[in-house]
């Protein structure tokens, strides 16, 4: 799993403009429980009114399964 801090400093780098998108890997727990490894891709909207960070989140259960 990626630490909140990590999060929070990988969002900075959007916010500041050092960075268009941001892309990492980690574990993602479901409201039920569940976990599951994902792929977050994240980019910052400035021109939006508010401001907004999306983040689009990929399972990639089944890329691992075929890696392996």
């Given at each position: 799993?990626?630490?909140?801090?990590?999060?929070?400093?990988?969002?900075?780098?959007?916010?500041?403009?050092?960075?268009?998108?941001?892309?990492?890997?980690?574990?993602?727990?479901?409201?039920?429980?569940?976990?599951?490894?994902?792929?977050?891709?994240?980019?910052?909207?400035?021109?939006?009114?508010?401001?907004?960070?999306?983040a689009?989140?990929?399972?990639?259960?089944?890329?691992?399964?075929?890696?392996?």
């Amino acid at each position: 799993e990626v630490p909140a801090s990590a999060v929070q400093k990988l969002v900075a780098t959007l916010v500041q403009g050092d960075k268009d998108e941001v892309v990492f890997e980690t574990q993602i727990r479901s409201a039920a429980g569940n976990s599951y490894p994902a792929e977050i891709c994240m980019q910052y909207f400035d021109k939006e009114s508010p401001p907004v960070v999306l983040a689009i989140v990929h399972d990639t259960s089944q890329r691992q399964q075929l890696d392996s």
